[in-house]
């Protein structure tokens, strides 16, 4: 006979319970500044990197296209990115963080900054960089399949 499987210690759902913990700790912190987590991710990474286009952005914040495109829609909405047409293939767009964007990232970084620290709270320091070490080395694991 197979042996049942204890949920409570399984990965899977450790996993799952820590990403629900994490969003709802981000949501709480920046309540104010109207922002999930997903825009703050891709408004992040277009402002390490202009001018690049949607497949591209999604690509290297991990969300599919369709997703990241509803997420892009929302953030042009708010004022705080825009599209622009690329100088020689019309058929792509490229994104532009604007002036207002650059000023939201700006005054909501020291809060995700303490969202990070509250994430890893019950953890002893040490314990702290263990963990996202061993995170970092499972997300890298599993990409590279």
């Given at each position: ?29 920046l309540a ?89 709270a019950p ?23």
């Open positions: 006979m197979t042996k049942r499987l204890d949920v409570a210690t399984a990965p899977g759902h450790l996993i799952r319970r820590a990403q629900q913990i994490a969003v709802g700790i981000f949501a709480q912190r104010e500044a109207d922002i999930t987590p997903v825009q703050f991710a891709i408004l992040n990474a277009l402002q390490d990197t202009p001018d690049i286009d949607q497949v591209t952005l999604a690509k290297r914040v991990a969300f599919d296209p369709a997703t990241s495109g509803s997420v892009i829609g929302r953030l042009e909405s708010k004022g705080w990115l825009r599209r622009q047409p690329h100088a020689t293939d019309r058929r792509r767009k490229l994104l532009v963080v604007t002036q207002q964007g650059v000023e939201a990232l700006a005054n909501m970084q020291a809060a995700v900054a303490d969202v990070q620290t509250q994430i890893l953890l002893s320091a040490a314990d702290q960089l263990q963990f996202v070490d061993l995170l970092t080395r499972l997300v890298a694991g599993h990409e590279a399949q």
